[in-house]
């Protein structure tokens, strides 16, 4: 959620379906008779200039409707934006490019509209126990956020209100933004698309369910009590409902922010190992695992803060809307690859591609053993071998250095060179989100600056052996 701001508010959301799929129709009716007129002019040019302009037009589309989704607000918004984080397979580039650009529904609902969804939600006498600060501290597409004490003991809470009509706007506003992909030609409609977008409608119901989400948190919540570098809010079932969520206030700093970076480089480095096991602990232990990369759900707790522990670093887990769980038939082929990787079997790698069908037997050798090549450089910093990595991600001690080595960009380059992207397979639906979360992962290891080495940390999950000396915690 965006921070706290002052500025406008509104005093509605629109969330109208006949309302809202009007003005889509438009637009898209708008943006394909724009594309049809560019295609037939632009017929008789050069193939050269014919792909350049094609390629801005494409451009101009993709703006267009960006500007479209953000005049809507409300879930349409959201979708956007999940599209933009994964639709890199299904949406042309400059799509995605324009979708990323798409801000987050910053401006507040007015006090006044919260405030009686709170009392159709808690009662007047339970709202009553809340002292609610107007002003919210963050605000999103689907809701915003308020700090509250209670009254009774002076606990610090926060609300994370969803804002009225937006769940049931979902499957309408999902269904006219696939219309108006498809009326402006930016997306060829087939089973790959259509199985994707039942996914992103799968995912937006599971963001506006508060009641699943509040029941993830605290199963979160339990499974970490027992390790002290994490700390994730505790709900206040009371003061919950479906569309109020009700927890304790934990604070922290963004992990940006100046004070996290003048942290030493070993505190730096042990959150960043914390951040690492834990998604090891999603992935091969739990089989529940939260894709939304967006740091906003992470906060650092340093240590002596506030009165806090002086023995350690904390992160503090926010959000837990976009957690997904995951079977064994999907997750037994990922942890293959993975194994395979660390035991640098490349046949295993290719055999894991190909049961996840985005890899194909029927490929030319050269061109499965490029692509398992290219699956196996992801986990340059968990690799045994530090024989192949680049002087410059290496410190003095032979620690990985996880901003500098510059790896999404590098492993890009490689896939980008090679023949594979003619023969790529759009992957199943729950690796493009798996793949997203790695991404999350090491990029917040990057922004910490940590340097270390990932792999005994992924020894002890693939074989169980000891890792102590990379399981430390996160001690000041």
Not at 187 to 194: D, I, K, R
Not at 240 to 260: Q, R
Not at 447 to 456: A, I, K, M, Q, T
């Amino acid at each position: 959620m965006a921070t706290r701001r002052s500025g406008k508010s509104v005093s509605r959301i629109k969330t109208g379906s006949f309302e809202r799929r009007l003005s889509l129709t438009r637009a898209g009716l708008y943006a394909g008779t724009r594309m049809a007129s560019h295609m037939a002019t632009n017929w008789f040019t050069n193939r050269e200039k014919r792909e350049k302009k094609h390629r801005a037009m494409l451009s101009s589309q993709a703006q267009f409707l960006v500007e479209e989704l953000g005049q809507l607000k409300g879930s349409v918004v959201k979708i956007g934006q999940v599209m933009a984080l994964y639709g890199e397979h299904f949406l042309p580039e400059e799509v995605t490019e324009a979708l990323h650009t798409l801000e987050d529904q910053t401006t507040a609902l007015e006090w006044s509209s919260i405030e009686r969804v709170l009392k159709q939600e808690l009662g007047a006498d339970r709202l009553a126990e809340l002292e609610v600060d107007p002003e919210p501290i963050g605000a999103a597409s689907l809701g915003q956020v308020h700090r509250a004490v209670r009254r009774s003991d002076g606990l610090e809470l926060v609300l994370k209100v969803q804002y009225p009509g937006v769940a049931d706007a979902v499957d309408s506003d999902l269904n006219a933004v696939a219309q108006l992909l498809k009326i402006a030609r930016l997306v060829s409609f087939g089973p790959e698309f259509n199985d994707w977008l039942e996914e992103v409608r799968e995912m937006m119901h599971r963001e506006v369910d508060y009641r699943l989400e509040a029941r993830t948190t605290e199963k979160f919540r339990t499974m970490l009590a027992s390790d002290p570098r994490f700390i994730v809010p505790r709900v206040l079932q009371e003061f919950s409902t479906a569309h109020v969520i009700a927890s304790t206030y934990e604070h922290g700093h963004s992990v940006s922010s100046g004070p996290v970076r003048e942290l030493p480089l070993e505190r730096r480095s042990a959150l960043g190992e914390a951040a690492l096991e834990l998604f090891f602990r999603e992935l091969f232990v739990w089989g529940e695992i939260q894709t939304d990369p967006n740091f906003g759900n992470y906060r650092i707790r340093i240590a002596g803060e506030e009165g806090e522990d002086p023995g350690y670093d904390r992160i503090v887990l926010l959000d837990f809307g976009a957690v997904q769980s995951y079977t064994d038939e999907f997750l037994d082929p990922v942890r293959q690859m993975i194994r395979a990787s660390y035991e640098n079997d490349l046949e295993a790698v290719i055999d894991g591609g190909v049961q996840l069908r985005f890899m194909s037997r029927d490929w030319p050798p050269e061109v499965l053993k490029t692509f398992g090549a290219v699956c196996m450089s992801v986990l340059e910093p968990l690799a045994p071998d530090h024989g192949t990595w680049p002087e410059y991600a290496v410190n003095a001690d032979g620690e990985y250095r996880w901003k500098q080595s510059d790896l999404p960009s590098r492993v890009a380059r490689q896939a980008a060179r090679s023949a594979i992207s003619r023969y790529f397979r759009v992957p199943p639906k729950e690796f493009v989100f798996l793949n997203r979360k790695l991404i999350g992962v090491y990029t917040f290891i990057a922004v910490l600056h940590s340097e270390f080495n990932g792999e005994p940390l992924l020894r002890k999950y693939l074989y169980g052996e000891d890792a102590s000396a990379t399981s430390q915690s996160t001690k000041a």
